[in-house]
């Protein structure tokens, strides 16, 4: 696929997300991303909102120069901001991409991530302000939250958005490798929001609806006051492998998301 086709399916799917029915964000919040090619990927500019994207609000950027700050020492906001403008692909714009960009960058190198959204649905973040909303980032509640969002989610304790937080996601990211030796298909962002990985623009996008109607379900189950029941470990691991369930998957992709 060509860059301008994955920007204009970037711009598609960022429109939908941002549809107000979804309360995924509003305003200018949340960012997306995807792949270009080898050396370069797309963000959303700073300072614009998902639902009327265009191609004016997304930034191409170079990998290397991004990545590289991510093994530095911490910068200032100033530098920041100068770094961001000048490891842009020269265009007719002059947006600035979104201080998320770090994060993007890490994620999008990994094996299979073409496309990272990252959103702050009004739900999950209510989930993420509770105290003690780690313990359920490795538990499940229904089979159609392993299928689409994987058999546990990344944790990442509040860190300040922009570099030093791209720091914490890599390591938190790492770390969940080393212990599953998979990636998470999704990052739980304490006090802050949620973060969605996938090779298609499909996969990131059922992760992000999917893991919202978890977050309600488990709020409302909590709500209630009742013994909450989560499926074991063996539970999540059968459905994690079951095939009819790849299956599944790879139809909801391949057709509506």
């Known amino acids: 696929m060509l860059p301008s086709d994955i920007l204009q399916t970037l711009i598609e799917r960022t429109r939908a997300l941002g549809d107000p029915q979804n309360d995924f964000v509003m305003m200018a919040e949340g ?49 920041v901001r100068r770094l ?9 714009h002059e947006r600035l991409p979104s201080v998320e960009t770090f994060m993007h960058a890490y994620l999008l190198q990994l094996p299979d991530v073409n496309y990272v959204y990252h ?22 509640l229904f089979p159609d939250e392993i299928a689409f969002c994987g058999e546990a989610a990344c944790w990442v304790d509040y860190v300040d958005p922009g570099l030093e937080l791209a720091k914490a ?6 770390s969940f490798i080393r212990r599953r030796e998979s990636l998470p298909k999704t990052i739980w ?10 090779k298609t623009e499909k996969e990131a996008e059922t992760a ?26 063996e539970e999540v691991q059968r459905i994690h492998t079951r095939p009819d369930e790849h299956y599944r998957q790879r139809l909801l992709w391949e057709t509506q998301g």
């Open 31 to 79: 960012n997306t991303s995807a792949r270009a090619d080898s050396e370069t990927f797309f963000v959303k500019a700073s300072g614009f909102g998902f639902q009327d994207a265009n191609e004016t609000h997304f930034v191409q950027v170079y990998f290397e120069p991004v990545l590289r700050a991510l093994d530095g020492q911490p910068l200032a906001d100033d530098q």
């Open 119 to 140: 959103t702050h649905p009004s739900p999950f973040v209510s989930l993420m302000c509770l105290e003690g909303a780690e313990m359920y980032a490795d538990k499940r």
């Open 169 to 174: 996601i890599r390591n938190r990211v790492q």
């Open 189 to 198: 962002l304490q006090n802050h929001g949620l973060i969605t990985l996938g």
């Open 84 to 92: 961001l403008r000048e490891a842009r692909v020269p265009c007719d």
């Open 208 to 233: 992000m609806r999917m893991q919202v109607k978890a977050a309600r379900i488990l709020l409302g189950a909590l709500q209630s006051g009742q013994p909450l029941h989560f499926l074991s470990p």
